[in-house]
């Protein structure tokens, strides 16, 4: 890891091997997920590792989505596109944009109970997806 973690120690946490990390037709459970932000936060002393793992990850990692992100013509399509295909990487997370005139807003919710995934997830979103 580049923030000074264990590889295996983190995914130790949910039973993952790291070769399951490889394949990207692997889909990692939400509540893994959860787990998986939790060591991996404990273990690099990283409070902005959502922020700093969006440094190092392209929108191909995505695939579909990131594809659509990058050939979109407008931000608006963009954002439709990441929240209408929002599912192929989560099932616990919902989106909505909200326009009022010239203000437009991305409001995420996530389930209760998650208290360190919402953030290394939003902070990585952003990160990936901005120009």
Same mark, same amino acid.
């Given at each position: 890891?580049?923030?000074?973690?264990?590889?295996?120690?983190?995914?130790?946490?949910?039973?993952?091997?790291?070769?399951?990390?490889?394949?990207?037709?692997?889909?990692?459970?939400?509540?893994?997920?959860?787990?998986?932000?939790?060591?991996?936060?404990?273990? *690099?002393?990283? +409070?902005?590792?959502?922020?700093?793992?969006? %440094?190092? #990850?392209?929108?191909? @990692?995505?695939?579909?989505?990131?594809?659509? *992100?990058?050939? +979109?013509?407008?931000?608006?399509?963009?954002? %439709?596109? #990441?929240?209408?295909? @929002?599912?192929?990487?989560?099932?616990?997370?919902?989106?909505e944009l909200r326009e009022d005139g010239k203000t437009a807003s991305i409001r995420f919710a996530f389930p209760r109970?998650?208290?360190?995934?919402?953030?290394?997830?939003?902070?990585?979103?952003?990160?990936?997806?901005?120009?």
């Open positions: 890891m580049r923030a000074g973690g264990q590889r295996e120690h983190v995914l130790g946490v949910v039973s993952l091997r790291p070769e399951q990390l490889d394949d990207d037709q692997q889909r990692v459970p939400s509540a893994d997920f959860e787990q998986l932000a939790r060591s991996a936060l404990e273990v *690099t002393g990283d +409070a902005a590792l959502g922020l700093h793992m969006g %440094e190092h #990850v392209n929108t191909a @990692a995505f695939h579909l989505v990131g594809a659509l *992100t990058e050939h +979109a013509t407008t931000l608006r399509q963009g954002i %439709e596109a #990441v929240m209408r295909y @929002a599912r192929i990487f989560t099932d616990r997370v919902s989106s109970g998650a208290a360190l995934g919402p953030r290394l997830s939003a902070e990585l979103a952003v990160t990936v997806f901005s120009p």
